[in-house]
């Protein structure tokens, strides 16, 4: 895998595995994709902006994330937290709010490959092939892609 470049996976017919490898130790990393501070800075689309409402980080903890566009509009998302292990794994469930009822479990791995690299490893499973397939036709790789950009440039500095 290159540094830098997302791939998508459709591994079966409700899951997506997303990779990619950052120039960053693996601690920073896990630090940036966990820290309420750091989360406004990467998560979601450019064109947006996040507000962290709520982030009990701890298993059976909730967060609750909220993006904003330039025309005011919100979007609503939210999980409770699955597994959370120091070594760089964690589990959680995922909601659309426009969407409820199609919940998604989403685990993230932080590999270290070297002082200085990580790989990351997303597995998103769905409850059906359909929601799977939504996700993917409502821009799933484009807003996710732009941001693990977006987390690069803040944990590559």
């Known amino acids: 895998m290159d540094n830098g470049k997302t791939t998508f996976t459709k591994v079966s017919d409700n899951q997506v595995l997303m990779e990619r490898v950052f120039n960053a130790p693996r601690d920073a990393l896990f630090r940036a994709y966990t820290d309420p501070n750091q989360i406004p800075m990467w ?14 980080f701890r298993p059976g903890g909730m967060w609750r994330y909220v993006q904003h566009d330039g025309d005011g509009r919100e979007a609503g998302f939210h999980g409770v937290y699955q597994e959370i292990l120091t070594s760089g794994c964690m589990a959680s469930s995922f909601e659309y709010e426009d969407m409820p009822g199609h919940t998604q479990m989403v685990s993230a791995i932080f590999e270290e490959i070297d002082a200085t690299h990580t790989k990351l490893t997303s597995r998103t499973t769905f409850q059906t092939i359909e929601d799977r397939d939504a996700a993917l036709e409502s821009g799933m790789e484009a807003g996710a892609g732009d941001s693990l950009d977006r987390l690069a440039a803040l944990v590559e500095k």
Do not use: L, Q, S
Not at 46 to 54: A, F, G, P
């Open 43 to 56: 998560w979601g689309p450019r064109n947006m902006t996040t507000t962290v409402e709520k982030m009990d």
